[in-house]
């Protein structure tokens, strides 16, 4: 029942992503930006890697991709929540999980496209890294995703607005992404800044991913970049289902 | 043997200046294929008292059986065997009608093959036909009125929850939706409980009305009946009736002005 609950919504709201090519390449600018603008800046900077400055930013750009798009979709739900639909799903006797599950699992499908996108444009750009590394990448933006969107759907069924929901979300964000050291090793800065990072999910998921863009699997940072990423996606998942179990007002 | 029976039903909302009794107390008992009105004046508990027979709601107090199974214990069932039409309606925008009635079937359990035989037949009986192919936000009032009321029924309910099915309608339509449910009631022995604000409709429609206000039942009985009972004649207007019950004019919530 789950299974088969989970692929109908699935596939309604691929379709529904399908038919917007807007949403399928807009969210990609800001990482292409990053990339193009920002990437050519480090070739010749120290940074504490056994790779290249790509090696470095690219695993940096792909969890900043899954950040900033996981942690808006938010707002297609309020836009359901003001047309009715979701009630009228929640009605219906389809499973609580696969409600959340099937939209989840549709960005991070939409996400993974982005980042499999990125990492050609990064090619491009001079990147080489080992396949099995580039692979691994994909999995934690997949992960990612699941977990951020659950939070950002169960956010938006909670708050219901769009003007408190967008306030929340830049708040949310902005710190997560510059304490993770997405953009820079956090190694690079004083101590501090390196203890109080670890207070962040992301920090242990970019180290686990810079580590396999440099062909490192078995280490500790890919263990606890594991264990973080599944934890993380357990929380929210669970989360997020609850708020679909009883929506209330 | 009552469809729906609630006794005490209650539900309490928390907010920052403190408890809101949306609903008091509610004991209702309906009978399969009655067509129910409650009725009452915005914010009399109407809407709350739907949300929670159709389990989008927890009680807060009380207790209901609803097509035989216990809304608390058993939100599952419920939902099997109800349909419910929220005054919002409930379907995308950018989505086809054949693809919301098809998805709807499908929701409900029905096998894909019979997803689109149940969306060609309720098409059919509803005048969608034509439109299947249309985006909803392409529809019309009335027509997206009774796409709405076909995403409820593809299922078969036994009971139909419909809260204020003909809010926005022209008079028309209106009169058409009311000959809509009196059919699912005459052939299918559909039980159907709606909420509605407007007099002519509670009159015209539903065989028994329950008056709610202040999240209680203050009245209730089939039209004729009220009306001898509160005002006096069974040819007294619900208007005198529902001031009588209530103590206010319904003018505010009169009917809309043919447009």
């Given at each position: 029942m ?11 709201y691929?379709?529904?992503?399908l ?10 600018l800001?990482?292409l930006?990053?990339l193009?603008f920002f ?13 290249d ?6 695993p940096?750009l792909?969890l ?7 942690s808006?979709?938010?707002?297609a ?5 003001s047309?009715g639909v979701?009630?009228r799903?929640?009605v219906?006797?389809?499973?609580r999980l696969a ?7 549709r ?8 980042a499999v996108?990125l ?13 099995p ?15 951020l ?11 219901r ?9 830049n708040?949310?964000t ?6 993770s ?14 203890v109080?990072s ?6 242990y ?17 890919m263990?606890?970049g ?10 929210a ?13 | ?8 039903l ?17 004991d209702?008992?309906?009978m399969?294929g009655?067509?129910v ?7 009399a508990g ?5 949300r929670?027979l159709t ?5 807060t107090g009380?207790?209901?059986t609803v ?13 099997e ?14 989505i ?5 009635l ?10 894909k093959a ?14 969608l036909?034509?439109l299947?192919?249309?985006r909803t ?6 027509q997206?009125?009774?796409?709405d ?9 036994a009971?139909?929850f419909?809260?204020?099915p003909t ?20 052939e299918f022995?559909t ?5 509605t604000?407007?007099l002519?409709e509670?009159?015209?429609?539903a065989?028994?009305l ?12 089939a039209?004729a ?5 509160h005002?006096g004649?069974?040819?007294?207007s619900l ?10 004019t ?9 447009v």
């Open positions: 789950l299974l088969h609950d989970t692929s109908l919504i699935f596939s309604r691929v379709r529904q992503t038919r917007s090519r807007f949403q399928i390449f807009f969210g990609i800001m990482p930006l990053y193009f990437g050519p800046l480090l070739t010749e900077l120290p940074l504490g890697s056994t790779g400055s790509w090696q470095v930013l690219v940096g792909l900043q991709l899954a950040l900033f798009g996981a808006f979709t938010g707002f739900i309020i836009i359901e929540q047309t979701v009630e799903m929640r219906t006797p389809v499973s409600l959340l599950l099937g939209r989840v699992l960005d991070a499908l939409l996400f993974m496209f982005q996108l990492v050609l444009a990064a090619l491009v750009m001079g990147l080489r890294a080992p396949l590394g580039v692979l691994i990448g994909f999995a934690f933006v997949g992960l990612l995703t699941v977990s969107a659950s939070l950002s759907y169960a956010l938006a069924m909670k708050v607005t769009p003007q408190e929901f967008g306030p929340v979300i708040a949310l902005m710190p997560a992404m510059l304490l050291g997405l953009m820079l090793p956090m190694t690079l800065g004083p101590a501090w800044l390196d109080l670890h207070v962040t999910p992301f920090r998921l970019v180290d686990a991913v810079r580590d396999a863009y440099v062909g490192s699997y078995a280490t500790a940072h263990l606890y594991v264990l973080v990423a599944l934890a993380f996606a357990l929380l998942v669970t989360a997020g289902t609850h708020v679909f179990r009883r929506a209330g007002a | 043997m009552p469809i729906i029976s609630t006794s005490g209650a539900r309490t909302f928390t907010t920052k200046s403190g408890p809101v009794h949306a609903v008091r107390s509610v209702l008992t309906v399969p009655e067509i009105g409650l009725l009452g004046p915005n914010g109407k809407t709350t008292t739907l929670m389990t989008l709601l927890a009680p009380g207790a209901a097509a035989g199974c216990d809304l608390t214990a058993d939100p599952a069932r419920v939902r065997k109800c349909g419910y039409v929220a005054q919002s309606g409930g379907v995308d925008p950018h086809t009608v054949r693809e919301e098809v998805t709807q079937g499908r929701l409900y359990r029905l096998s019979d997803a689109i035989a149940r969306t060609a037949e309720l098409a059919a009986r509803l005048g036909g034509d299947l192919e249309r936000a392409a529809l019309s009032g009335g997206r009125r009774r796409l009321i076909a995403m409820g029924l593809t299922h078969r309910p009971v139909l419909l809260d204020e809010t926005g309608l022209d008079p028309g339509s209106r009169e058409d939706l009311w000959d809509l449910v009196r059919g699912l009631r005459d022995g039980t159907v409980v709606l909420t604000h407007y002519d509670a009159d015209a429609l065989d028994r329950v008056v709610i206000d202040g999240g209680l039942v203050v009245a209730e009985g039209p009946a009220l009306k001898t009972e005002a004649s069974p040819d007294a208007h005198d009736t529902f001031l009588a019950i209530t103590g206010r319904p003018a505010a919530e009169a009917a809309p002005v043919a």
